[in-house]
């Protein structure tokens, strides 16, 4: 199984993402780091540690970013909740956070073979552009960075063309796409592919950590909505069946002007793998089963 470091501002489909990659056993999560997104730091940090304490976990959540790299955040309480789990009460972590993510980072890094980490990016890109600026040869060992975020023929949902994790830190975004790991960017083209129903949310009733992805879920439709779209659950899942994605390498540019975040595919751009299909059918299955 793949080594991994999560890192996430959850975040209701940040959370599903995460009971997925605990709950499945097909991940050696190392940890997660927070990263202020969906809602404030102190928040995700708490939401994070509640997460591991559910599913039995003993992993640490390091304290990452608490802002942008160069801006402000952007606020989503409007769809997370101020709590960031649409108001899902979850046991608080017994275990304190650790105080600094990319310092922990660069500790599991280091310790292990180069190349045998992967990071799972379900929100903005700070902590990653943190890493390698401050400890690049670290960052240079990470295996691959699978992102979620941005849009390519899809329309935005902040901007008309920007995404929410891309438009938050586009400057972060830029500072991952010159560093040239191996990265795929796992954009709203895709996620928007893989809804959760009512169906689909009956399908999770049943276990214990089913009833809280399914609870978590109702809060996702709160605005009466028939269908969300799973967008951080997806990057659990190029990670474990890369073959249900269609992969199409391409070169990219961020826009930091006009509609900050937005991605543009261009000749000079800088290499990356973007996910532009996936077989919806086999993704709901297999995150059914991750929840058994
Ligand atoms: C992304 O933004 C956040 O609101 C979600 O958690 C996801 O990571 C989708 O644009
Ligand atoms: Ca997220």
Excluded at 166 to 192: C, G, H, K, M, N
Aim: proline fraction near 7%; include cysteine; hydrophobic fraction near 45%.
């Amino acid at each position: 199984s793949d080594a991994v470091i999560i890192d996430t501002d959850p975040g209701l489909d940040d959370a599903i993402a995460i009971l997925f990659a605990l709950g499945c056993g097909r991940f050696d999560v190392l940890g997660l780091t927070s990263v202020a997104g969906n809602i404030g730091i102190e928040q995700t940090t708490a939401n994070a540690g509640s997460l591991l304490r559910l599913m039995g976990s003993s992993v640490p959540v390091a304290i990452g970013a608490a802002r942008p790299l160069r801006r402000e955040s952007i606020d989503e309480a409007a769809i997370h909740g101020d709590d960031g789990l649409g108001g899902v009460v979850l046991k608080p972590s017994d275990a304190p956070p650790l105080p600094d993510a990319v310092a922990w980072m660069t500790e599991q890094l280091t310790s292990r073979p180069a190349h045998t980490v992967d990071v799972l990016a379900l929100g903005p890109l700070t902590n990653l552009a943190r890493l390698i600026e401050t400890h690049p040869e670290a960052a240079a060992r990470i295996g691959r960075v699978i992102a979620m975020g941005g849009a390519i023929d899809e329309k935005g949902n902040v901007g008309p063309n920007s995404e929410f994790n891309f438009a938050s830190d586009p400057e972060a975004l830029q500072v991952v796409l010159v560093a040239r790991l191996d990265l795929t960017l796992i954009p709203l083209d895709v996620t928007r592919r893989v809804r959760a129903d009512a169906a689909y949310l009956e399908s999770l009733r049943g276990t214990a950590h089913g009833e809280v992805a399914a609870a978590l879920l109702r809060a996702y439709f709160h605005d009466g909505r028939e269908s969300r779209p799973l967008h951080d659950p997806c990057v659990m899942l190029f990670a474990l069946a890369p073959d249900i994605f269609a992969i199409e390498r391409m070169r990219l540019a961020v826009d930091l002007v006009d509609d900050p975040g937005a991605i543009r595919v261009t000749p000079d751009g800088w290499p990356a793998q973007v996910a532009m299909a996936v077989d919806t059918e086999r993704a709901l299955s297999l995150l059914r089963g991750g929840f058994i």
